[in-house]
């Protein structure tokens, strides 16, 4: 489990993203996180440059308190994904999908004034196969809530069907251990953030 050091940790050592001026913001866990491992690492898509913020293991609630209002992010691109949510079902002993809605609203909101003419994206959580932290019923009721709460000026994107299997578990030739991605992972993402952009 992430402690808040190691997130700042993992923050500090991303600093040239962090300092990067780029068209497009990817903000987030893990699944952004280790795009950046890839072999290719994190691609520009559609044509346009990325910044990858996301830091692994970090829960929406550590996001908030300790790289937004530590405000560690100067600037962000004129698309901004969101994909949190999930790890605070196993961290955060307030958690509720309320309360991560509410988390994900004051991020934004912190956002908006650093960009406030940006597009404002959140990622619906991907399914997970056989892992031991979560399982998918409650990563289901998080999803269902943030859809149905999602506020007008942030657009929801679906990732779930993408990814899952005919069982409704994450696709075990997306991933590598039942909740990361493998490279084919990764390209299903591009494909969800390209249809985004229009691309």
């Not at 990817?26 to 830091?55: C, R, Y």
């Not at 992010?73 to 961290?91: A, M």
């Not at 007008?152 to 909740?179: M, P, Q």
Request: glycine share 6%.
């Amino acid at each position: 489990m992430k402690t808040d050091q190691d997130i700042l940790d993992r923050a500090l050592s991303k600093q040239t993203e962090f300092d990067k001026t780029a068209q497009i913001t990817l903000v987030g866990h893990s699944l952004f996180d280790m795009w950046s491992d890839m072999e290719q690492g994190t691609p520009n898509i559609a044509g346009k440059t990325v910044a990858n913020l996301g830091l692994s293991g970090t829960s929406t609630r550590q996001y908030l308190d300790l790289i937004v209002k530590g405000n560690l992010i100067k600037q962000l691109g004129e698309d901004v994904f969101i994909f949190l949510g999930v790890n605070d079902i196993v961290k955060e002993p307030d958690y509720s999908p309320k309360q991560v809605l509410g988390w994900i609203n004051e991020i934004v909101s912190a956002f908006k004034t650093l960009a406030p003419t940006s597009r404002y994206y959140l990622l619906e959580a991907t399914p997970v196969n056989n892992i031991a932290t979560t399982d998918n019923p409650a990563i289901l009721a998080l999803n269902q809530y943030l859809e149905a709460h999602c506020p007008s000026d942030i657009r929801y994107v679906k990732t779930w069907n993408t990814f899952a299997n005919e069982e409704g578990k994450l696709d075990l030739n997306l991933c590598h251990d039942g909740l990361h991605f493998t490279q084919q992972g990764y390209d299903v993402l591009e494909q969800i953030l390209l249809k985004q952009l229009g691309a």
